[in-house]
C-alpha cells in the first residue's frame, strides 16, 4: 500500500515534465508572438518592439526558450507574465484558488442533491417523483452548461432576481464583515456552481440510484429486515454504506469533467478562477502564464486523481496493483 | 468497473434467440429509447439533405430584413382553409421593426426551384422543400443579425454540429481500439510506452488541452479544413481514455482459456485479436460512443461559442449562440437561442438512447 | 523722517511676503455649480491594467486608470471644445518662429504624498521620456526631424524647450503625464525604472498629482482610488476638489457585463452599444438615469488594398497588383459601400457615414467638402469598365488580360462591428461578379500581415483618431510602418503621396492655425480622391448617465468623465 502511493506520487514528477513539454510546443505552434497587439500602436516604433523581443527572450530558438523556462521552474521561478510583467506565481495563486473554490462547492451541490434523491428513487422505485427526479436528471445532464449559465443570467437580469452575475466579490466587499464576505462569495458563486454541478448531478443521481437497487437486493439487507430493524436504519444504517462505496470511484472521474466543466462555466459567468485566466492568456499568447496555467490544471487533477485512486484502494482491500 | 465477458455471444441459447437478438429485443421495449432513436435519426437526415429542406443556401442574406421575427403561416383566409400562404413585411421607421402588409399575399410553393446545390457532392439540384415567390423571405424561425434564415443556419449548422460528433468518435474509437488492443495484447515496452502516453493526455483537463489547441489553430482555414482539425483535436483528446478501458478488457480476456485454446490450435496474433478480443468489448464500445458522442457536440458548441471552433460565416450551433450573448437580443430576439434548444434535444436523445442501450445491453449496471 | 518710512517700507515688504507665501497658488476654480463633497462613484474597466507605470505602459487598459486621474500633465484639452488648456503649467508662451516653448508651472500645487510639484520633475519626466532604455511610445511623438528637443529648467517653476524647428503639434505631446522625481529617480539611476510601478506595487508608493490616487487593486475584480487630499484644484467655495471621496472602477471582461452590471443599478454610467441603445433609452424613461447621443465617435474602420509591389505574394498572382493600384477598381469598391447598410447592421442604426481620414467628430479639421461616393452598384461597374474589366457569361468579373477577379479581404476576429462590415462589403462585391473571400483572423495576425509580411489582399480595420492631425504620420507619411497599402516606402511612390508627405511637413512646422487648416483640407481631399483607403461608418457615442451624476458634460471627446474633478454625485 505504502509503496503504492510512493510510487504513484513518483511518476508525477515526469508525468508533470512531459506535460509541461506538451504544453510548450503547442503554444509555440501558433503564429507571432504577445508583442503582435503593440505593432499595431503607431506610437510604437519598431526598435522598441525589437527590444522588447530581447527582452522577453522571443527571439531566441525554440528549444532554448523552453529549457530557459525548465531551468526557472525548477528554481521555484514560474517566470512572467508578459501582459501584466508580474511574477506568473502572482497571479496563479489566487485563480486557482478560485478554481478550487468553485469546483468544490460544484461538487457539494451535485453530492449533497444527487445521493439524497437517488436513495429515494431506489427507495420508491418507478414513483411518480423516481419518474420526474428521471426526467430532471436526464434535462440536467443535456444542457450544455455554457447556455445554461446564459438562460439563468438573463433571468437574473430580465426578472431583477437579487443575485450578483459576474465577478466573485461585490463592489462593496472591501468594506464588509468577515460574517457579510463569507456570505458576498457564496451569493457569487451560487450561479457559476449550480451550472457546473448540475451536469454532475444527474449520472451521480442515476449511479447512486443503481447502486442502491443492488444493495438493496442483497442478502444481507434481507437480513436485517428480518432481524426486525427499522426500514430507516436499514436502508441509512446497512444499505447506503455500502451503496457509496463504490461511488469514490466516480470521484476521480468527476474531477477531471468538474475541472474542465469550470473552465468554460468560469469564462461565460465571469467567475475569476484558472479556466478564464487560461483562456487570455492563450489567446494573448502569453506564453509562462499560459504554460503555468496548463501545469497548474494538470496538477490539480494529477492530484485528485491521486486522492481518489488512494481512497479507493483505502476502502477495498481486495484491489491489487501490479 | 470490470465488464465481465459472456462466452455465448454466438452460441444459440434456448428460446432460439441469440443473446444479440435478445438485446436487440429488449432496446425496442424502451419507448422512450426508441424515440430518442427516431429524433436523432430524423436530425440527421435534415443536416444531411439540409440543401433540400432549406429554402435558402447557406449565405444568402436579406440584408434589409435583419432580426426578422419568425414569418407567420397561415392556413385558413376569409373562404376557408387554403393552401398554406404568408403576408409580405415592409421595413418599418426605426430598427429593426416590421410591419405585416397584408396587400401582399404570397402562396407557399412546394418543391421550389431556387439556390441550386450539390448533394452529397454529387447530385446537382435547385429543387427546395418549400419557398416563397418574388423576393419576399420566408423565414420560419427568424433572421439573424445579417438576416439570414434561421432555420437555414440551423440546418447547416447541424451538418456541422451533428457530424463532428460522430466523425470524431469514429476515429477515437478506432485509434482507442488499436492502442488499447495492442497495448493489452502484447504487454511490455509498448505497453508501458501507449500507457504513459494516456496518462499524460488524461493528465491534463481536457477543456484546458481543447483550449490550447484550438487557440493555437489559425483562424482563416477553410471552414472544411478547420473542420477536420477540430475533430481531430477532439478525438486526440479522447482515445486515451478508451484506450486505458480497452486495455483493460483485454487484459482479462487474454488470460482466459479460449484464448489458450485458439494460440494452440496454431491461431496467429492478428486473428485472435480482431476474432476473439476485440468483439467482446462491443458492448463497452457502442455504450461509450453513445454517451461520447453528446460530450463531443458540447465540446464543440462551447469551444464555437467562445469563439475558438468553426467560425463564421460557416454555421455551427454553438456559434450562432455565441451571437445571441446580448440581453437586448435575448428580449427582443428570443429565436435566437433556438440553436441552444436543438444541441439540447440533440444531447438529450443520445443521452436517452445511451442509457436505453445499456440497459438493453448490460443489464447489470 | 527718513527711519519712519524705512520702517513702513520693511513692514510692507514683510506683509507683501507674508501674505505672498500664504497665496502662493495658482488657483483654478471650477466654473460649475457647487456640489456636495463625498459619495462613491462606481464604473467599470474593460479590462485589467498591466502596470501603474504610466510612462511604460502601452495598452488603454492601464492608461486609463492613470492618465487624467493619477497622472496629468503640463497642458490638456477641455472635454466639450478640445482646445488646450492649462493643468500643471498655467500659461505658455510660444516663440514666433515657433522654436521655443516655455511653460510656467502652477505654483504650490502638491503631489498626494504632500511633497511640492516643480520643474525638477517636469525635467526628471522629460529625463525618463528620453532614455533609450525606458520602452515608452512617447519619446517618438517628442522628435522633430528625428531630434529630441533640448529642455532646461529656468526656474523653479518654468521650463524652457527648444525645437530642431518649429513644430505646431508640440502642444499636443505636452499633455504627457508628469510623474514625481523625488519618487522614482532612484529607481532610475540603478536602471529599475522598468519594473517599477508594476500592478503589485503598495499603492501608497505610486504619487501623482492628479484628482485621485490608487488605494487598492484586486487582479481581475476592482480598482480602488481615493480623491487626493492635496488636490490643486478648487469648487466655488474655495474647498479643494474632487467632490467624490471614492472610486471604485470594476472590471467587466465584456461589454456585455458592463452593459448588464448598469441595468442592475450597480454603476454610474454605461458606455452604450448601438445594439442596446433603443432598448435602454426605453428604460430610461421609467428609471433614474438618462441616454446621451455625443455624436460621432473618434474612431474610424476602413478597407485597404495592398498595393504595395514587395507582397511577396506578387510571385504567384502579379496580376493582384494591378487590380488594386487601378484607380478606377477602388473608385468601383467605394459605390459599393452601402453605408446605410452598415449603419442599420453593424452599429444598430447608430452611425453616420465617413468619407474623410480626419474624424467626423473633429470639428477643427474636418473637411466636409470631399469627395463622395454614394452607395451606386450601376456607378461601381462603370468604374469598373473604364477600368478595362469586363464579365463573363457567368458574371464573374475579369480583368484585362482574363484574370478572374478573386482576392481575400479579413478583419480581426472578435470584433462585431468589422466582422459586420466585411460581411455586408463582401456581400455587394459579389453582385459586382468578384468572388471574395472573407474570413475574420486573429488580431495579431493580421498585425503581422499588415506590418511585417505584407501580404494580405485586403483588410478592415480601424484606427483610433485624435484632435491633432499629426499624430497619424506613421499612417498617412510614406514612410511610416502604418501606411498600411505601402508601407515604409523610400522615396515616395506616387505623386499624390508625396504630397501627402509635404503636407505633413508643411502642417506641423506651420504655427497659423489657419494655415495649418488648409494643409489639411488639402490632404483629406487627395485621400478622397485617390482611395488609398476607403471609408465606412461611424459609431456614435452614446452614454447612459444616472441622474444621481451632476455637473457631466458628455462628448465625444472626453466622455462622461473627463472632467470628474467638478463631478459630484447628488442622493
Known amino acids: 500500500m505504502r509503496d503504492y502511493i510512493i510510487r504513484r506520487i513518483l511518476i508525477v514528477i515526469p508525468l508533470l515534465f512531459a506535460i509541461s513539454l506538451l504544453s510548450f510546443f503547442i503554444m509555440q505552434l501558433s503564429p507571432g508572438s504577445y508583442l503582435d497587439d503593440l505593432r499595431m500602436n503607431p506610437d510604437i516604433s519598431e526598435e522598441l518592439i525589437r527590444k522588447m523581443e530581447a527582452d522577453f527572450g522571443l527571439n531566441q530558438n525554440v528549444f532554448i526558450q523552453y529549457f530557459s523556462w525548465l531551468k526557472e521552474i525548477l528554481q521555484g521561478n514560474l517566470g512572467e507574465s508578459f501582459t501584466y510583467r508580474i511574477p506568473v506565481a502572482q497571479i496563479i495563486g489566487s485563480r486557482l484558488f478560485n478554481t478550487l473554490l468553485l469546483s468544490a462547492a460544484a461538487m457539494l451541490i451535485s453530492w449533497g442533491i444527487a445521493i439524497p434523491i437517488g436513495i429515494y428513487s431506489s427507495v420508491h422505485r418507478y414513483s411518480f417523483l423516481d419518474n420526474i427526479f428521471s426526467v430532471f436528471s436526464f434535462i440536467g445532464l443535456s444542457i450544455p452548461n455554457f447556455f445554461f449559465a446564459l438562460l439563468l443570467l438573463f433571468s437574473i437580469v430580465r426578472f431583477d432576481i437579487p443575485l450578483p452575475i459576474n465577478g466573485m466579490t461585490s463592489i462593496m466587499y472591501d468594506y464588509l464583515s468577515p460574517m457579510e464576505k463569507a456570505i458576498d462569495i457564496l451569493k457569487h458563486l451560487l450561479v457559476p456552481a449550480v451550472v457546473l454541478g448540475t451536469a454532475g448531478t444527474a449520472s451521480l443521481m442515476r449511479q447512486m440510484r443503481g447502486q442502491m437497487l443492488d444493495v438493496i437486493n442483497k442478502d444481507y439487507i434481507r437480513t436485517a429486515r428480518a432481524k426486525g430493524l427499522k426500514e430507516k436504519k436499514v436502508i441509512y444504517k446497512h444499505a447506503v454504506r455500502n451503496a457509496i462505496n463504490p461511488m469514490i470511484t466516480i470521484f476521480g472521474f468527476q474531477l477531471s469533467s468538474l475541472f474542465s466543466g469550470a473552465a468554460l462555466t468560469e469564462i461565460v459567468t465571469g467567475w475569476p478562477g484558472l479556466g478564464r485566466m487560461m483562456l487570455t492568456a492563450v489567446r494573448s499568447k502569453d506564453l509562462y502564464l499560459a504554460m503555468a496555467g496548463m501545469m497548474m490544471g494538470s496538477l490539480m487533477l494529477i492530484i485528485g486523481n491521486l486522492a481518489a485512486d488512494i481512497l479507493l484502494a483505502l476502502n477495498d482491500p481486495r484491489i491489487k496493483y501490479h | ?365 | 523722517m527718513t527711519k519712519k518710512i524705512i520702517t513702513i517700507l520693511i513692514l510692507v515688504l514683510f506683509i507683501f511676503n507674508i501674505s505672498a507665501a500664504a497665496e502662493l497658488k495658482d488657483p483654478w476654480i471650477s466654473k460649475k455649480e457647487q456640489g456636495q463633497h463625498g459619495g462613491t462613484l462606481i464604473t467599470t474597466l474593460l479590462g485589467d491594467p498591466k502596470t501603474f507605470n504610466t510612462i511604460i505602459a502601452k495598452e488603454t487598459s492601464s492608461s486609463t486608470i492613470t492618465d487624467g486621474y493619477i497622472f496629468e500633465g503640463l497642458v490638456t484639452r477641455n472635454g466639450v471644445t478640445t482646445e488646450y488648456e492649462p493643468e500643471l503649467a498655467k500659461s505658455w508662451d510660444i516663440s514666433e518662429d515657433g522654436r521655443k516653448y516655455t511653460f510656467y508651472l502652477r505654483k504650490g500645487v502638491q503631489w498626494s504624498d504632500g511633497e511640492e510639484f516643480t520643474a525638477d520633475d517636469v525635467i526628471f519626466t522629460f529625463d525618463v521620456i528620453k532614455d533609450e532604455n525606458i520602452p515608452t511610445s512617447s519619446r517618438d511623438v517628442l522628435k522633430v526631424k528625428g531630434e529630441f528637443p533640448e529642455y532646461k529648467k529656468i526656474d523653479k517653476y518654468t521650463v524652457e524647450f527648444t525645437l530642431p524647428e518649429s513644430f505646431a503639434p508640440f502642444l499636443n505631446n505636452m499633455t504627457a503625464p508628469i510623474i514625481p522625481k523625488h519618487k522614482l529617480y532612484s529607481a532610475w539611476q540603478k536602471g529599475k525604472f522598468n519594473n517599477t510601478w508594476g500592478i503589485n506595487t503598495d499603492p501608497e508608493e505610486i504619487v501623482g498629482t492628479g484628482p485621485y490616487k490608487l488605494v487598492d487593486y484586486k487582479n481581475g475584480e476592482r480598482v480602488v482610488m481615493e480623491k487626493n487630499n492635496y488636490y490643486w484644484r478648487q469648487d466655488p467655495n474655495g474647498r479643494s476638489l474632487p467632490y467624490i471621496n471614492r472610486w471604485i472602477r470594476v472590471i467587466a471582461e465584456s461589454q456585455e457585463t458592463e452593459s448588464l452590471l448598469f441595468e442592475k443599478g450597480q454603476t454610474h454610467y454605461l458606455a452604450v452599444r448601438g445594439i442596446d441603445y433603443r432598448r435602454i433609452k426605453t428604460e430610461a424613461e421609467n428609471n433614474n438615469f438618462s441616454v446621451v447621443d455625443a455624436g460621432p465617435a473618434f474612431s474610424t474602420n476602413f478597407l485597404v488594398f495592398n498595393m504595395n509591389p514587395r507582397n511577396p505574394n506578387l510571385k504567384i498572382e502579379p496580376y493582384k497588383y494591378e487590380w488594386f493600384t487601378n484607380l478606377n477598381f477602388r473608385r468601383a469598391v467605394a459605390y459599393a459601400f452601402d453605408k446605410q447598410t452598415m449603419i442599420n447592421q453593424a452599429l444598430a442604426g447608430q452611425g453616420t457615414k465617413q468619407w474623410s481620414p480626419i474624424s467626423i467628430a473633429n470639428k477643427v479639421y474636418l473637411n466636409e467638402d470631399v469627395k463622395r461616393y454614394p452607395y451606386n452598384l450601376e456607378k461601381a461597374r462603370e468604374e469598373l469598365e473604364k477600368g478595362g474589366f469586363k464579365w463573363n457569361e457567368n458574371g464573374e468579373l475579369l480583368d484585362a488580360k482574363n484574370n478572374k477577379v478573386e482576392f481575400t479581404m479579413v478583419t480581426n476576429a472578435g470584433n462585431n462591428v468589422r466582422e459586420s462590415l466585411v460581411n455586408i462589403i463582401a456581400s455587394e462585391l459579389r453582385e459586382l461578379g468578384m468572388t471574395v473571400n472573407s474570413t475574420p483572423i486573429e488580431f495579431n495576425k493580421m498585425v503581422n500581415q499588415l506590418s511585417s509580411e505584407w501580404n494580405f489582399d485586403s483588410v478592415l480595420i480601424g484606427l483610433t483618431g485624435g484632435v491633432e492631425p499629426h499624430q497619424g504620420t506613421n499612417v498617412w507619411m510614406s514612410n511610416g510602418h502604418l501606411h498600411m497599402w505601402n508601407p515604409v516606402q523610400e522615396e515616395p511612390a506616387t505623386e499624390w503621396e508625396k504630397r501627402i508627405d509635404e503636407l505633413f511637413v508643411k502642417g506641423a512646422a506651420a504655427v497659423d492655425q489657419e494655415k495649418r487648416k488648409k494643409y489639411y483640407d488639402e490632404f483629406q481631399e487627395i485621400v478622397a480622391e485617390k482611395l488609398p483607403v476607403i471609408y465606412t461608418v461611424t459609431p456614435n457615442s452614446l452614454y447612459a448617465v444616472r441622474d444621481s451624476l451632476k455637473n457631466t458634460e458628455v462628448t465625444a471627446y472626453g466622455g462622461v468623465l473627463w472632467n470628474i474633478h467638478e463631478l459630484y454625485l447628488e442622493d
Do not use: C
Request: without cysteine; aromatic residues 14%.
Open chain 2, 1 to 365: 468497473m470490470q465488464h465481465k465477458l459472456k462466452l455465448d455471444d454466438q452460441i444459440k441459447v434456448n428460446s432460439g434467440k441469440t443473446l444479440w437478438q435478445k438485446k436487440l429485443a429488449r432496446l425496442f421495449k424502451n419507448k422512450f429509447a426508441l424515440t430518442a432513436a427516431l429524433i436523432i435519426f430524423i436530425l440527421y437526415f435534415l443536416a444531411i439533405f439540409a440543401p433540400f429542406f432549406a429554402p435558402y443556401s447557406a449565405t444568402k442574406n436579406f440584408k434589409n430584413k435583419f432580426f426578422h421575427p419568425p414569418t407567420k403561416i397561415h392556413f385558413t383566409d376569409e373562404n376557408g382553409l387554403t393552401l398554406p400562404y404568408i403576408y409580405g413585411t415592409e421595413v418599418k421607421e426605426g430598427w429593426a421593426e416590421y410591419e405585416i402588409n397584408k396587400e401582399q399575399k404570397y402562396p407557399i410553393k412546394f418543391w421550389k426551384q431556387g439556390d441550386s446545390y450539390q448533394l452529397l457532392g454529387i447530385f446537382e439540384s435547385n429543387i427546395h422543400l418549400f419557398g416563397v415567390e418574388a423576393d419576399q423571405p420566408i423565414f420560419i424561425l427568424g433572421s439573424d443579425n445579417y438576416g439570414r434564415d434561421l432555420f437555414t443556419r440551423i440546418l447547416y449548422g447541424g451538418r456541422v454540429s451533428l457530424f463532428i460528433g460522430f466523425i470524431a468518435i469514429f476515429i477515437t474509437t478506432f485509434i482507442g481500439l488499436i492502442m488499447g488492443g495492442i497495448s493489452g495484447y502484447y504487454g511490455g515496452f509498448i505497453d508501458s510506452v501507449i500507457m504513459r502516453a494516456v496518462e499524460v493526455i488524461m493528465s491534463i483537463p481536457s477543456f484546458y488541452l481543447l483550449l490550447a489547441l484550438a487557440a493555437v489553430l489559425p483562424l482563416d482555414l477553410s471552414s472544411a479544413f478547420r473542420f477536420f482539425l477540430i475533430v481531430s483535436i477532439l478525438a486526440f483528446q479522447g482515445w486515451a481514455g478508451m484506450a486505458r478501458v480497452i486495455r483493460g478488457m483485454v487484459l482479462s480476456v487474454k488470460s482466459e482459456d479460449y484464448i489458450a485454446a485458439a494460440k494452440a490450435l496454431g491461431a496467429n496474433d492478428k486473428r485472435i485479436i480482431l476474432k476473439h478480443i476485440l468483439p467482446s468489448t462491443a458492448t463497452y464500445v457502442i455504450i461509450r460512443a453513445t454517451i461520447a458522442i453528446p460530450g463531443y457536440i458540447i465540446m464543440e458548441s462551447g469551444l464555437s461559442f467562445i469563439g475558438l471552433g468553426i467560425q463564421e460565416p460557416s454555421a455551427s450551433w454553438g456559434n450562432m449562440l455565441s451571437a445571441a450573448q446580448n440581453i437586448t437580443k435575448i428580449s427582443d430576439f428570443p429565436w435566437l437561442l433556438l440553436p441552444g434548444l436543438f444541441i439540447f434535444i440533440t444531447v438529450l436523445s443520445y443521452n436517452i438512447l445511451g442509457d436505453g442501450l445499456r440497459d438493453a445491453l448490460d443489464p447489470k449496471s
